[in-house]
Protein backbone atom coordinates (compact mmCIF):
# COMPACT_ATOMS: atom_id res chain seq x y z
CA UNK A 1 0.00 0.00 0.00
CA UNK A 2 3.24 2.77 0.83
CA UNK A 3 4.89 1.60 -2.63
CA UNK A 4 1.06 2.30 -4.08
CA UNK A 5 0.94 5.57 -2.43
CA UNK A 6 4.84 6.30 -3.40
CA UNK A 7 4.39 5.82 -6.76
CA UNK A 8 1.02 7.58 -7.10
CA UNK A 9 3.05 10.90 -5.28
CA UNK A 10 5.36 10.30 -8.04
CA UNK A 11 3.71 10.48 -10.73
CA UNK A 12 1.24 12.69 -9.69
CA UNK A 13 4.32 15.04 -8.61
CA UNK A 14 5.61 14.55 -12.28
CA UNK A 15 2.15 15.33 -14.10
CA UNK A 16 2.62 18.33 -12.15
CA UNK A 17 6.02 19.23 -13.01
CA UNK A 18 5.46 18.54 -16.90
CA UNK A 19 2.34 20.95 -16.26
CA UNK A 20 4.24 23.70 -15.02
CA UNK A 21 6.94 23.29 -17.20
CA UNK A 22 4.71 22.97 -20.38
CA UNK A 23 3.64 26.95 -19.61
CA UNK A 24 7.40 27.18 -20.90
CA UNK A 25 7.89 24.50 -23.26
CA UNK A 26 5.59 22.89 -25.53
CA UNK A 27 6.12 19.46 -23.71
CA UNK A 28 5.13 17.23 -26.41
CA UNK A 29 6.54 19.13 -29.03
CA UNK A 30 9.77 17.29 -27.64
CA UNK A 31 10.03 19.97 -25.27
CA UNK A 32 10.13 22.89 -27.66
CA UNK A 33 10.54 26.30 -25.96
CA UNK A 34 7.41 28.44 -26.39
CA UNK A 35 7.42 31.61 -28.44
CA UNK A 36 6.11 34.25 -25.07
CA UNK A 37 4.70 37.83 -25.12
CA UNK A 38 6.71 41.39 -24.19
CA UNK A 39 3.50 42.28 -22.11
CA UNK A 40 2.19 38.78 -21.31
CA UNK A 41 -0.85 38.97 -23.54
CA UNK A 42 -1.37 35.29 -25.23
CA UNK A 43 0.56 34.54 -27.80
CA UNK A 44 -2.45 33.76 -30.28
CA UNK A 45 -3.69 37.61 -30.09
CA UNK A 46 -0.71 38.12 -32.26
CA UNK A 47 -0.07 34.83 -33.61
CA UNK A 48 -2.27 31.77 -33.69
CA UNK A 49 -0.35 28.76 -33.19
CA UNK A 50 -1.63 26.11 -35.41
CA UNK A 51 -3.09 23.13 -34.70
CA UNK A 52 -1.06 19.90 -35.26
CA UNK A 53 -2.09 16.39 -36.74
CA UNK A 54 -0.59 14.70 -33.92
CA UNK A 55 -0.51 15.45 -29.82
CA UNK A 56 3.19 16.28 -31.10
CA UNK A 57 2.49 19.42 -32.14
CA UNK A 58 3.54 20.03 -35.26
CA UNK A 59 6.34 17.95 -35.46
CA UNK A 60 4.95 15.39 -37.94
CA UNK A 61 2.47 17.25 -39.81
CA UNK A 62 4.72 16.55 -43.04
CA UNK A 63 5.19 12.94 -42.16
CA UNK A 64 5.23 11.01 -45.35
CA UNK A 65 3.60 13.67 -47.57
CA UNK A 66 5.04 14.01 -51.11
CA UNK A 67 6.34 17.28 -52.58
CA UNK A 68 3.07 18.51 -53.47
CA UNK A 69 1.16 17.88 -50.21
CA UNK A 70 4.63 19.71 -48.30
CA UNK A 71 3.70 22.74 -51.11
CA UNK A 72 -0.23 22.45 -50.23
CA UNK A 73 0.47 22.18 -46.21
CA UNK A 74 1.54 25.73 -46.14
CA UNK A 75 -0.81 26.84 -48.79
CA UNK A 76 -3.80 25.67 -47.06
CA UNK A 77 -2.35 27.22 -43.22
CA UNK A 78 -2.10 30.89 -44.76
CA UNK A 79 -6.07 30.84 -46.59
CA UNK A 80 -7.70 29.27 -43.08
CA UNK A 81 -5.02 31.37 -40.79
CA UNK A 82 -4.77 34.49 -42.79
CA UNK A 83 -1.81 35.78 -40.70
CA UNK A 84 1.37 35.05 -39.66
CA UNK A 85 1.04 31.49 -37.31
CA UNK A 86 3.19 29.68 -35.09
CA UNK A 87 3.78 25.96 -35.33
CA UNK A 88 5.95 23.78 -32.51
CA UNK A 89 7.61 20.92 -33.61
CA UNK A 90 11.00 18.34 -32.48
CA UNK A 91 11.94 20.74 -29.58
CA UNK A 92 11.72 23.86 -32.09
CA UNK A 93 8.99 26.57 -32.43
CA UNK A 94 8.77 27.97 -36.10
CA UNK A 95 7.19 31.52 -36.83
CA UNK A 96 5.68 31.19 -40.59
CA UNK A 97 5.56 34.38 -41.63
CA UNK A 98 3.28 35.61 -44.56
CA UNK A 99 2.85 39.53 -43.60
CA UNK A 100 4.99 41.89 -45.00
CA UNK A 101 4.58 43.74 -41.80
CA UNK A 102 6.21 40.55 -39.82
CA UNK A 103 9.06 39.78 -43.07
CA UNK A 104 9.86 43.81 -42.48
CA UNK A 105 10.71 43.26 -38.91
CA UNK A 106 13.44 40.12 -39.59
CA UNK A 107 14.58 41.43 -42.27
CA UNK A 108 15.84 44.50 -41.11
CA UNK A 109 16.74 43.02 -38.12
CA UNK A 110 20.42 42.46 -38.00
CA UNK A 111 20.70 40.00 -35.58
CA UNK A 112 18.55 37.70 -37.66
CA UNK A 113 20.90 36.70 -40.84
CA UNK A 114 21.74 33.10 -39.82
CA UNK A 115 19.88 30.71 -41.86
CA UNK A 116 17.48 28.49 -40.39
CA UNK A 117 18.23 24.74 -40.39
CA UNK A 118 16.64 23.80 -43.69
CA UNK A 119 19.65 25.51 -44.96
CA UNK A 120 21.71 22.80 -42.91
CA UNK A 121 19.97 20.17 -45.39
CA UNK A 122 21.78 21.76 -48.44
CA UNK A 123 25.42 21.42 -46.45
CA UNK A 124 26.35 18.43 -48.54
CA UNK A 125 25.97 19.97 -51.67
CA UNK A 126 26.81 23.58 -51.44
CA UNK A 127 28.60 23.05 -48.33
CA UNK A 128 28.78 27.07 -46.48
CA UNK A 129 29.62 29.12 -49.54
CA UNK A 130 27.50 32.93 -49.65
CA UNK A 131 23.94 31.29 -49.32
CA UNK A 132 24.27 28.92 -46.34
CA UNK A 133 27.22 30.87 -44.31
CA UNK A 134 26.86 32.83 -41.35
CA UNK A 135 28.79 35.17 -39.07
CA UNK A 136 32.20 36.33 -40.37
CA UNK A 137 32.66 33.86 -43.08
CA UNK A 138 29.27 35.10 -44.66
CA UNK A 139 30.54 38.87 -44.55
CA UNK A 140 33.97 37.81 -45.71
CA UNK A 141 32.69 36.24 -48.95
CA UNK A 142 29.89 39.05 -49.42
CA UNK A 143 32.97 41.75 -49.53
CA UNK A 144 35.10 39.28 -52.58
CA UNK A 145 31.61 38.66 -54.07
CA UNK A 146 30.17 41.82 -54.45
CA UNK A 147 32.35 44.21 -56.99
CA UNK A 148 31.89 41.05 -59.69
CA UNK A 149 27.87 42.01 -59.81
CA UNK A 150 28.79 45.72 -60.59
CA UNK A 151 27.27 47.77 -63.30
CA UNK A 152 30.12 47.42 -64.99
CA UNK A 153 30.77 43.84 -64.84
CA UNK A 154 26.92 43.40 -65.54
CA UNK A 155 27.89 44.91 -69.43
CA UNK A 156 29.90 42.55 -70.17
CA UNK A 157 27.76 39.27 -68.56
CA UNK A 158 25.35 41.20 -70.85
CA UNK A 159 27.36 40.03 -74.09
CA UNK A 160 27.12 36.53 -73.00
CA UNK A 161 23.28 36.70 -72.39
CA UNK A 162 22.77 37.77 -76.07
CA UNK A 163 25.09 35.47 -77.63
CA UNK A 164 23.35 32.33 -76.15
CA UNK A 165 20.12 34.08 -76.56
CA UNK A 166 20.68 34.10 -80.03
CA UNK A 167 22.18 30.07 -79.77
CA UNK A 168 18.71 29.61 -78.02
CA UNK A 169 16.18 30.87 -81.17
CA UNK A 170 19.14 29.38 -83.67
CA UNK A 171 17.68 25.95 -82.69
CA UNK A 172 14.25 27.07 -84.41
CA UNK A 173 15.83 28.50 -87.56
CA UNK A 174 14.42 25.75 -89.55
CA UNK A 175 11.17 26.12 -88.50
CA UNK A 176 8.27 28.83 -88.92
CA UNK A 177 6.40 26.98 -86.07
CA UNK A 178 7.16 25.21 -83.19
CA UNK A 179 5.99 23.68 -80.12
CA UNK A 180 8.58 23.84 -77.54
CA UNK A 181 8.94 22.35 -73.58
CA UNK A 182 10.41 25.42 -72.10
CA UNK A 183 11.11 23.03 -68.56
CA UNK A 184 13.70 21.07 -71.18
CA UNK A 185 15.74 24.16 -73.07
CA UNK A 186 15.24 27.25 -70.47
CA UNK A 187 17.71 25.23 -68.26
CA UNK A 188 20.29 24.28 -70.96
CA UNK A 189 20.05 28.44 -71.85
CA UNK A 190 21.31 29.57 -67.99
CA UNK A 191 23.48 27.13 -67.32
CA UNK A 192 25.20 27.68 -70.64
CA UNK A 193 24.85 32.04 -69.68
CA UNK A 194 25.83 31.31 -65.57
CA UNK A 195 28.98 28.78 -66.67
CA UNK A 196 30.38 31.33 -68.99
CA UNK A 197 29.68 34.39 -67.27
CA UNK A 198 30.58 32.89 -62.93
CA UNK A 199 32.71 30.64 -64.80
CA UNK A 200 34.39 31.58 -67.98
CA UNK A 201 34.12 28.21 -69.33
CA UNK A 202 32.07 27.55 -72.34
CA UNK A 203 29.86 24.44 -71.69
CA UNK A 204 29.84 23.55 -75.67
CA UNK A 205 32.48 20.72 -75.20
CA UNK A 206 30.64 19.80 -71.81
CA UNK A 207 27.30 19.94 -73.19
CA UNK A 208 26.46 16.18 -71.96
CA UNK A 209 28.16 16.62 -68.84
CA UNK A 210 26.06 19.86 -68.14
CA UNK A 211 22.55 17.57 -68.35
CA UNK A 212 24.27 14.92 -66.27
CA UNK A 213 24.31 17.67 -63.74
CA UNK A 214 21.58 19.10 -63.78
CA UNK A 215 19.60 15.73 -63.41
CA UNK A 216 21.71 14.56 -60.54
CA UNK A 217 21.07 18.18 -58.99
CA UNK A 218 17.46 17.46 -59.39
CA UNK A 219 17.90 13.95 -56.97
CA UNK A 220 19.78 15.82 -54.79
CA UNK A 221 15.99 18.21 -54.46
CA UNK A 222 14.22 15.40 -53.70
CA UNK A 223 16.62 13.90 -51.44
CA UNK A 224 16.24 17.28 -49.91
CA UNK A 225 12.45 17.29 -49.72
CA UNK A 226 12.56 13.80 -48.32
CA UNK A 227 14.48 15.32 -45.47
CA UNK A 228 12.12 17.85 -45.13
CA UNK A 229 8.96 15.56 -44.48
CA UNK A 230 10.78 13.03 -42.30
CA UNK A 231 11.36 14.71 -38.76
CA UNK A 232 13.96 11.92 -37.79
CA UNK A 233 16.33 12.86 -40.26
CA UNK A 234 16.61 16.54 -39.50
CA UNK A 235 19.07 15.47 -36.95
CA UNK A 236 22.74 15.75 -38.67
CA UNK A 237 23.95 12.26 -36.97
CA UNK A 238 20.85 10.32 -37.22
CA UNK A 239 20.95 11.48 -41.13
CA UNK A 240 23.97 10.81 -41.80
CA UNK A 241 23.91 6.72 -40.30
CA UNK A 242 20.88 6.06 -42.22
CA UNK A 243 19.98 8.49 -45.30
CA UNK A 244 22.82 10.23 -46.27
CA UNK A 245 24.98 7.33 -48.23
CA UNK A 246 22.15 7.49 -50.80
CA UNK A 247 22.77 11.14 -51.77
CA UNK A 248 26.43 10.29 -52.36
CA UNK A 249 26.54 9.55 -56.05
CA UNK A 250 24.85 12.36 -57.15
CA UNK A 251 26.79 14.66 -54.68
CA UNK A 252 29.78 13.40 -56.63
CA UNK A 253 28.54 14.17 -59.82
CA UNK A 254 27.58 17.39 -58.89
CA UNK A 255 31.35 18.22 -57.46
CA UNK A 256 33.08 16.69 -59.55
CA UNK A 257 31.50 19.01 -62.41
CA UNK A 258 32.08 22.15 -60.20
CA UNK A 259 35.88 21.28 -59.96
CA UNK A 260 36.34 20.19 -63.68
CA UNK A 261 35.37 23.82 -64.55
CA UNK A 262 37.27 25.65 -61.66
CA UNK A 263 40.61 23.31 -63.06
CA UNK A 264 39.67 24.65 -66.73
CA UNK A 265 39.38 28.26 -65.52
CA UNK A 266 42.25 28.05 -63.76
CA UNK A 267 44.44 26.78 -66.97
CA UNK A 268 42.86 29.53 -68.30
CA UNK A 269 43.90 31.99 -66.25
CA UNK A 270 47.29 31.07 -65.81
CA UNK A 271 48.61 33.81 -67.95
CA UNK A 272 46.71 36.49 -66.24
CA UNK A 273 48.22 35.43 -62.81
CA UNK A 274 51.51 35.47 -63.95
CA UNK A 275 51.05 39.34 -65.33
CA UNK A 276 48.24 39.92 -63.18
CA UNK A 277 47.92 43.85 -62.74
CA UNK A 278 45.16 44.93 -60.04
CA UNK A 279 43.89 48.25 -61.14
CA UNK A 280 44.18 50.52 -58.01
CA UNK A 281 41.42 52.80 -58.42
CA UNK A 282 37.84 52.83 -56.21
CA UNK A 283 34.78 52.25 -56.01
CA UNK A 284 34.38 51.09 -59.82
CA UNK A 285 37.62 50.12 -60.64
CA UNK A 286 38.32 47.99 -57.68
CA UNK A 287 38.29 44.79 -58.88
CA UNK A 288 40.32 42.03 -60.27
CA UNK A 289 40.34 42.53 -64.05
CA UNK A 290 42.27 41.41 -67.12
CA UNK A 291 41.02 43.66 -69.84
CA UNK A 292 42.13 41.31 -72.66
CA UNK A 293 40.36 38.34 -71.39
CA UNK A 294 36.62 38.34 -70.29
CA UNK A 295 36.28 38.68 -66.60
CA UNK A 296 34.36 35.74 -65.22
CA UNK A 297 33.40 35.72 -61.46
CA UNK A 298 35.84 32.79 -60.48
CA UNK A 299 38.40 35.05 -61.64
CA UNK A 300 37.64 37.10 -58.51
CA UNK A 301 37.92 33.90 -56.58
CA UNK A 302 41.27 32.87 -57.87
CA UNK A 303 43.49 35.85 -57.30
CA UNK A 304 41.35 36.20 -54.14
CA UNK A 305 43.16 32.61 -53.37
CA UNK A 306 46.16 34.28 -53.79
CA UNK A 307 46.05 36.68 -51.62
CA UNK A 308 45.23 34.62 -49.25
CA UNK A 309 41.59 35.79 -48.38
CA UNK A 310 39.71 32.07 -50.06
CA UNK A 311 41.00 28.63 -50.08
CA UNK A 312 40.51 26.16 -52.58
CA UNK A 313 37.57 24.71 -50.81
CA UNK A 314 36.03 28.30 -50.06
CA UNK A 315 36.42 28.11 -54.04
CA UNK A 316 34.69 24.88 -54.58
CA UNK A 317 31.94 26.22 -52.17
CA UNK A 318 31.18 29.54 -53.88
CA UNK A 319 31.20 28.22 -57.68
CA UNK A 320 28.49 25.39 -56.47
CA UNK A 321 26.61 28.19 -54.60
CA UNK A 322 26.74 30.67 -57.74
CA UNK A 323 25.99 27.36 -60.42
CA UNK A 324 23.14 26.36 -58.26
CA UNK A 325 21.67 30.10 -57.69
CA UNK A 326 21.87 31.46 -60.54
CA UNK A 327 20.71 28.50 -62.82
CA UNK A 328 17.81 26.77 -61.32
CA UNK A 329 16.06 30.89 -60.16
CA UNK A 330 16.58 32.25 -63.13
CA UNK A 331 15.40 29.14 -64.88
CA UNK A 332 12.29 29.01 -63.07
CA UNK A 333 11.87 32.88 -64.12
CA UNK A 334 12.31 32.53 -67.76
CA UNK A 335 9.55 29.19 -67.83
CA UNK A 336 6.96 31.17 -66.12
CA UNK A 337 7.76 34.20 -68.27
CA UNK A 338 7.63 32.61 -71.45
CA UNK A 339 4.27 30.81 -70.44
CA UNK A 340 2.86 33.80 -69.26
CA UNK A 341 3.63 35.56 -72.69
CA UNK A 342 1.95 32.72 -74.32
CA UNK A 343 -1.50 33.31 -71.92
CA UNK A 344 -1.62 36.92 -72.20
CA UNK A 345 -1.38 37.17 -75.74
CA UNK A 346 -2.60 41.28 -75.20
CA UNK A 347 0.46 42.10 -72.74
CA UNK A 348 2.92 40.25 -75.11
CA UNK A 349 2.35 42.79 -77.47
CA UNK A 350 2.68 45.45 -75.57
CA UNK A 351 6.14 44.28 -74.47
CA UNK A 352 6.95 43.69 -78.44
CA UNK A 353 5.87 46.94 -79.14
CA UNK A 354 7.85 48.39 -76.82
CA UNK A 355 11.14 46.31 -77.67
CA UNK A 356 10.59 46.92 -81.09
CA UNK A 357 10.92 50.54 -80.48
CA UNK A 358 13.83 50.25 -78.55
CA UNK A 359 16.01 47.34 -79.91
CA UNK A 360 17.40 47.12 -83.13
CA UNK A 361 16.28 44.06 -85.43
CA UNK A 362 19.58 42.84 -85.65
CA UNK A 363 20.21 43.07 -81.69
CA UNK A 364 23.01 45.54 -82.38
CA UNK A 365 22.00 47.70 -79.84
CA UNK A 366 20.67 45.55 -77.84
CA UNK A 367 22.95 46.15 -73.85
CA UNK A 368 22.34 46.89 -70.95
CA UNK A 369 21.16 50.56 -70.95
CA UNK A 370 18.85 49.98 -73.69
CA UNK A 371 17.38 46.98 -71.88
CA UNK A 372 16.73 49.28 -68.63
CA UNK A 373 14.01 51.76 -70.98
CA UNK A 374 12.33 48.46 -71.45
CA UNK A 375 9.35 49.72 -68.69
CA UNK A 376 6.72 47.30 -69.44
CA UNK A 377 8.88 44.41 -69.81
CA UNK A 378 10.32 45.14 -66.18
CA UNK A 379 6.62 44.94 -65.01
CA UNK A 380 6.12 41.69 -67.12
CA UNK A 381 8.65 40.29 -65.74
CA UNK A 382 7.94 41.43 -62.37
CA UNK A 383 4.41 40.20 -62.32
CA UNK A 384 5.51 36.49 -63.40
CA UNK A 385 8.09 36.75 -60.29
CA UNK A 386 5.09 38.00 -57.80
CA UNK A 387 2.84 34.72 -58.91
CA UNK A 388 5.72 32.42 -59.21
CA UNK A 389 8.85 33.52 -56.81
CA UNK A 390 11.64 31.51 -57.74
CA UNK A 391 12.68 31.04 -54.38
CA UNK A 392 9.08 30.33 -52.34
CA UNK A 393 10.06 30.10 -49.58
CA UNK A 394 13.36 31.93 -46.87
CA UNK A 395 14.34 30.43 -43.62
CA UNK A 396 16.51 32.26 -40.66
CA UNK A 397 17.26 31.18 -36.89
CA UNK A 398 16.89 33.08 -33.76
CA UNK A 399 20.28 32.21 -32.31
CA UNK A 400 19.35 34.47 -29.07
CA UNK A 401 16.36 35.40 -27.33
CA UNK A 402 15.16 38.19 -29.64
CA UNK A 403 12.15 41.03 -28.77
CA UNK A 404 10.23 41.94 -32.38
CA UNK A 405 8.61 45.14 -32.71
CA UNK A 406 5.05 43.21 -32.65
CA UNK A 407 5.33 42.01 -29.48
CA UNK A 408 6.34 38.55 -29.86
CA UNK A 409 9.77 37.11 -28.02
CA UNK A 410 11.15 34.32 -29.76
CA UNK A 411 13.11 32.22 -27.79
CA UNK A 412 16.79 31.20 -29.03
CA UNK A 413 16.58 28.13 -31.77
CA UNK A 414 13.02 29.69 -33.12
CA UNK A 415 13.13 28.81 -36.40
CA UNK A 416 11.80 32.00 -38.78
CA UNK A 417 10.15 30.50 -42.51
CA UNK A 418 9.26 33.45 -44.65
CA UNK A 419 6.57 32.28 -47.09
CA UNK A 420 7.27 34.67 -50.18
CA UNK A 421 5.05 32.49 -52.49
CA UNK A 422 2.06 33.40 -49.84
CA UNK A 423 3.44 37.33 -49.02
CA UNK A 424 3.04 37.92 -52.56
CA UNK A 425 -0.78 36.91 -52.96
CA UNK A 426 -1.69 37.99 -49.57
CA UNK A 427 -5.24 39.78 -50.32
CA UNK A 428 -4.48 42.53 -47.67
CA UNK A 429 -1.80 44.10 -50.55
CA UNK A 430 -2.71 42.61 -53.24
CA UNK A 431 -6.19 43.50 -55.61
CA UNK A 432 -7.32 40.07 -57.02
CA UNK A 433 -4.38 38.82 -55.95
CA UNK A 434 -4.40 35.74 -58.13
CA UNK A 435 -4.92 37.60 -61.51
CA UNK A 436 -1.80 38.33 -64.14
CA UNK A 437 -1.63 41.72 -64.40
CA UNK A 438 1.83 43.84 -64.64
CA UNK A 439 0.09 47.43 -64.83
CA UNK A 440 0.20 46.65 -60.88
CA UNK A 441 3.90 47.83 -61.09
CA UNK A 442 3.33 51.14 -63.07
CA UNK A 443 4.86 53.74 -60.16
CA UNK A 444 1.71 55.30 -59.88
CA UNK A 445 -0.24 52.04 -58.97
CA UNK A 446 2.32 51.05 -56.59
CA UNK A 447 2.38 53.59 -54.60
CA UNK A 448 1.07 53.26 -50.48
CA UNK A 449 1.86 49.31 -51.02
CA UNK A 450 4.17 47.41 -48.56
CA UNK A 451 7.40 47.71 -49.66
CA UNK A 452 7.97 44.11 -48.61
CA UNK A 453 5.00 42.69 -50.15
CA UNK A 454 6.89 42.12 -52.89
CA UNK A 455 10.54 40.25 -52.07
CA UNK A 456 11.42 37.58 -54.88
CA UNK A 457 15.23 38.53 -54.59
CA UNK A 458 14.81 38.88 -50.59
CA UNK A 459 15.64 42.64 -48.67
CA UNK A 460 18.32 43.73 -46.88
CA UNK A 461 21.97 42.28 -45.73
CA UNK A 462 21.48 38.90 -47.17
CA UNK A 463 19.25 39.74 -50.02
CA UNK A 464 20.59 38.40 -53.36
CA UNK A 465 23.64 39.15 -54.95
CA UNK A 466 22.12 38.27 -58.28
CA UNK A 467 19.40 40.41 -58.83
CA UNK A 468 20.28 42.51 -61.51
CA UNK A 469 22.15 40.04 -63.06
CA UNK A 470 19.33 37.54 -63.22
CA UNK A 471 16.55 40.18 -64.20
CA UNK A 472 19.31 41.14 -67.35
CA UNK A 473 19.69 37.54 -68.42
CA UNK A 474 15.89 36.68 -67.87
CA UNK A 475 14.82 39.91 -70.34
CA UNK A 476 17.77 39.29 -73.17
CA UNK A 477 16.24 35.64 -73.72
CA UNK A 478 12.78 36.92 -73.71
CA UNK A 479 13.51 40.35 -75.98
CA UNK A 480 15.82 37.87 -78.48
CA UNK A 481 12.19 35.32 -78.46
CA UNK A 482 9.79 37.77 -78.81
CA UNK A 483 11.64 39.73 -81.49
CA UNK A 484 11.93 36.54 -83.50
CA UNK A 485 8.66 34.40 -82.68
CA UNK A 486 4.93 35.05 -81.28
CA UNK A 487 4.31 32.81 -78.34
CA UNK A 488 1.19 31.10 -78.30
CA UNK A 489 -0.08 28.93 -75.27
CA UNK A 490 -0.12 25.41 -74.87
CA UNK A 491 -0.75 24.50 -71.27
CA UNK A 492 -3.37 25.78 -68.84
CA UNK A 493 -1.45 27.01 -65.49
CA UNK A 494 -4.74 26.41 -63.45
CA UNK A 495 -4.09 22.52 -64.13
CA UNK A 496 -0.57 22.94 -62.44
CA UNK A 497 0.22 21.38 -59.37
CA UNK A 498 2.84 22.67 -57.20
CA UNK A 499 6.23 21.16 -55.39
CA UNK A 500 8.48 22.33 -52.60
CA UNK A 501 11.31 22.19 -54.07
CA UNK A 502 14.69 24.76 -53.23
CA UNK A 503 12.96 26.38 -55.79
CA UNK A 504 9.71 26.76 -57.19
CA UNK A 505 8.71 23.11 -59.05
CA UNK A 506 5.97 22.06 -60.94
CA UNK A 507 5.06 18.23 -62.15
CA UNK A 508 3.78 20.06 -65.00
CA UNK A 509 5.96 20.33 -68.22
CA UNK A 510 5.35 23.74 -69.49
CA UNK A 511 5.43 24.35 -73.05
CA UNK A 512 5.03 27.03 -75.66
CA UNK A 513 4.08 27.01 -79.30
CA UNK A 514 6.84 29.63 -81.20
CA UNK A 515 5.35 31.14 -84.81
CA UNK A 516 7.98 33.32 -86.87
CA UNK A 517 6.83 36.75 -86.93
CA UNK A 518 7.28 37.80 -90.72
C1 LIG B 1 15.16 34.92 -60.76
C2 LIG B 1 16.34 34.70 -60.25
C3 LIG B 1 16.69 34.75 -58.79
C4 LIG B 1 15.88 34.82 -57.70
C5 LIG B 1 14.36 34.89 -57.65
C6 LIG B 1 16.74 34.83 -56.54
C7 LIG B 1 16.29 34.94 -55.24
C8 LIG B 1 17.10 34.94 -54.13
C9 LIG B 1 16.64 35.03 -52.78
C10 LIG B 1 15.17 35.13 -52.37
C11 LIG B 1 17.71 34.99 -51.98
C12 LIG B 1 17.71 35.02 -50.46
C13 LIG B 1 17.69 33.59 -49.98
C14 LIG B 1 17.59 33.46 -48.51
O1 LIG B 1 17.57 34.42 -47.76
O2 LIG B 1 17.53 32.33 -48.10
C15 LIG B 1 18.88 34.86 -52.81
C16 LIG B 1 20.17 34.80 -52.34
C17 LIG B 1 21.26 34.63 -53.15
N1 LIG B 1 21.27 34.63 -54.53
FE1 LIG B 1 19.68 34.82 -55.73
N2 LIG B 1 18.04 34.75 -56.95
C18 LIG B 1 18.06 34.71 -58.31
C19 LIG B 1 19.18 34.66 -59.12
C20 LIG B 1 20.47 34.63 -58.68
C21 LIG B 1 21.64 34.62 -59.52
C22 LIG B 1 21.60 34.70 -61.04
C23 LIG B 1 22.72 34.52 -58.71
C24 LIG B 1 24.18 34.48 -59.06
C25 LIG B 1 24.68 34.50 -60.24
C26 LIG B 1 22.24 34.49 -57.34
C27 LIG B 1 23.03 34.37 -56.23
C28 LIG B 1 22.56 34.41 -54.94
C29 LIG B 1 23.42 34.26 -53.78
C30 LIG B 1 24.92 33.99 -53.80
C31 LIG B 1 22.60 34.41 -52.66
C32 LIG B 1 23.02 34.40 -51.20
C33 LIG B 1 23.29 35.84 -50.79
C34 LIG B 1 23.71 36.00 -49.35
O3 LIG B 1 23.21 35.29 -48.48
O4 LIG B 1 24.53 36.88 -49.12
N3 LIG B 1 20.87 34.56 -57.37
N4 LIG B 1 18.47 34.85 -54.13
Not at 88 to 114: A, F, S
Not at 145 to 170: A, R, Y
Not at 259 to 274: F, G, H, N, P, T
Not at 389 to 399: A, D, E, I, K, L
Amino acid sequence: MDLFLWVLLAVGSLIFWLYQLNKDYYVLAFFSPRVKTKDGRPVESIAPVANGKTIFGNGFDLYGSNEAEIFQHSRTHARKIRTSYIEYGMGLPMYNIIDPEVVELILNDQNLINKSVVYDFLHPALRTGLLTSTDKKWHSRRKILTPTFHFNILGHFEEVFKTESLKFVEQFADSSEICISASELIPKFTLNSICETAMGVKLDDMAEKGNIYRKNFAQIEKRFIKRISNPFYWNNTIYNLFGAKEDAPFLNIIHNFSSEIIAKRRILLQDALQNRQISQGDGDDDIYFNKKQRFAMLDTLIFAEKDGLIDHQGICEEVDTLMFEGFDTTSMGLIFGLMNMSLYADKQELCYQEINEFIENDFSNLDINQIAKLKYLDCFVKETMRLFPSVPFMGRQVHRKTELANGLILPAGTQILMHVFDIHRHPKHWDAPNEFRPERFFTENSEGRHIYAYIPFSAGQRNCIGQKYAMLEMKTLLIVVLKKFRILPLVDPKSFVFNSGITLRTNNNIQVKLVRRA
